[in-house]
């Protein structure tokens, strides 16, 4: 029996996928970026493995692509794993030792918050080793805050005492006594995100999958069995729909989270050499996803196909670290230390003279190309994730690298990399009111969706003789379970 055939046409006047040019590089870490996050007024916040952190102001950086103004700098004992903007100027920084500082830029003032579980303090050293805090959320509507460390979970509101924090327990229990696993524990909370109007929270394991949390009770509400067998980094799209992770093996998993399924995945080649976690978030009114690279070359892909847009060249280095600021800028850090310094490169988008719209392509539950892609592929065990910081031979002193990049940037231009098929693709899709390449004039908007929509009523009448017929329920989409 044939599978019904789903066609879902967007209109919309959002332009083409954006274009990034380099504006500036911030040289002032010298130790691996572990991660990234702007404020809504526009300011950066940057943290290494070495505990310091930078902020710095986008809009003050060199606008020709040079190299940054020193920002503001902080240092912390250990190495910065979680950052997070707060109302009023402030800053939650996250430590590996699971220390949770808040800053307040205001004033320079910072004190330590106590969220560490009652068992950590008891542990050996090798397993506190092991823990860190992996992730931090805020949700605005309820003033609460959710810490991920290790395999625990806290939420708390910053002015209420500790007896009133909520605490999730973990899914599994564990052997304290025990070696710690080669491969760290499956229960591992690598994400948090709280969902629009208070929907509860939603978590994303290393390999228990995604679970969403009741906070009233907290109790588990429901919960998806992912498609990969490790979940690397998660995000969120605005409307709280849509869940894109990146696992450790082949590429993005994109899920529908009313539907509690996996949608599609947005494939990619395993480098097994590198098998770091990857960021990922949702960028361009949600239209695009932004991740990290293992390859150099960051990669802008479409939520709604499985292709890559635009990538943004950096070389040869890994990109564990990312950020969005809507409408304006990218950020990108570094692991690879170029002349002592791991670089944080900030990208300004670029504007367009006059609107383009474009109709985007259906989410489907499976490609003919995802299809094809899991037939010529073998399977693999997932390697352990580790985190690179491989040194390069490169000029050591400050100054001969501010003339290498300014050099190379003024014989090169832009240093975005687009590839040829994305440029030709962002051609098709903008609509233009003059004359297309061939001389021949366009269909106006009107005409165009008209004749796209006529093509859809031929396509459904002609894929689906028998109105009557009952198909049999997809196949390959993992299973929900509700509590």
Not at 2 to 19: D, G, K
Not at 374 to 383: E, P, Y
Not at 436 to 464: K, N
Request: glycine share 6%; charged share 25%; aromatic share 8%.
């Amino acid at each position: 029996m044939r599978r019904p055939f789903h066609l879902f046409i967007f209109p919309t006047t959002r332009e083409p996928p954006a274009m990034y040019t380099l504006k500036a590089t911030i040289l002032e870490h010298k130790a691996p970026i572990n991660c990234l996050t702007f404020s809504d007024d526009g300011y950066l916040a940057s943290g290494d493995d070495d505990g310091t952190l930078l902020i710095t102001e986008a809009e003050a950086a060199i606008d020709e692509g040079g190299v940054a103004e020193v920002p503001d700098r902080y240092h912390f004992i250990d190495s910065i794993t979680a950052l997070l903007w707060m109302p009023g100027h402030c800053i939650l920084v996250g430590l590996a030792n699971c220390e949770l500082h808040f800053l307040s830029l205001k004033n320079d003032q910072s004190y330590i918050l106590n969220v560490k579980p009652s068992e950590y303090e008891d542990l050996e050293k090798a397993w506190k080793d092991s823990m860190q805090i992996n992730s931090l959320a805020f949700d605005e509507s309820t003033d609460r805050v959710a810490v991920a460390i290790g395999i625990w979970l806290t939420v708390f509101r910053l002015n209420e005492p500790i007896a009133k924090r909520l605490s999730i327990r973990p899914l599994s229990d564990i052997d304290w006594k025990a070696a710690v696993p080669a491969k760290g524990l499956s229960s591992e909370v690598r994400s948090l995100h709280f969902l629009p109007e208070g929907k509860g929270l939603l978590v994303t394991y290393l390999e228990e999958g995604i679970r969403c949390y009741d906070l009233s009770t907290c109790t588990e509400v429901w919960h998806v069995l992912a498609r990969s067998y490790r979940i690397g980094r998660s995000a969120v799209d605005a409307s709280g729909r849509y869940l894109v992770c990146s696992n450790l093996y082949d590429g993005l998993d994109i899920y529908d989270l009313e539907e509690r399924c996996h949608i599609r995945t947005i494939h990619d080649e395993p480098d097994l050499g590198n098998n770091v976690v990857i960021p990922v978030i949702f960028i361009e009114d949600d239209t695009h996803i932004l991740s990290g690279t293992t390859r150099g070359k960051v990669p802008i892909s479409s939520t709604t196909d499985s292709s890559y847009l635009v990538q943004l060249d950096h070389g040869r280095d890994v990109i564990q670290s990312i950020a969005h600021l809507d409408g304006d800028y990218i950020a990108t850090g570094g692991t690879n230390l170029v002349g002592g310094y791991a670089p944080v490169t900030l990208w300004e988008r670029m504007s367009f003279d006059a609107p383009r719209s474009y109709v985007s392509k259906a989410i489907s539950t499976q490609t003919q190309q995802d299809q094809e892609f899991a037939r010529g592929q073998t399977t693999q065990a997932s390697t352990r994730e580790c985190a690179s910081s491989t040194s390069t031979s490169e000029p050591s002193q400050p100054s001969e690298l501010r003339s290498r990049i300014n050099n190379h940037q003024s014989a090169s231009g832009s240093t975005s990399s687009v590839e040829p098929e994305a440029l030709e693709d962002d051609r098709r899709l903008g609509t233009e009111d003059t004359v297309e390449r061939t001389g021949a004039p366009m269909l106006d908007g009107f005409t165009s969706f008209c004749c796209l929509g006529l093509v859809a009523v031929l396509l459904v009448i002609l894929w689906e003789p028998n109105r009557g017929e009952s198909y049999p329920p997809l196949q390959g989409l993992p299973a929900f379970v509700d509590v």
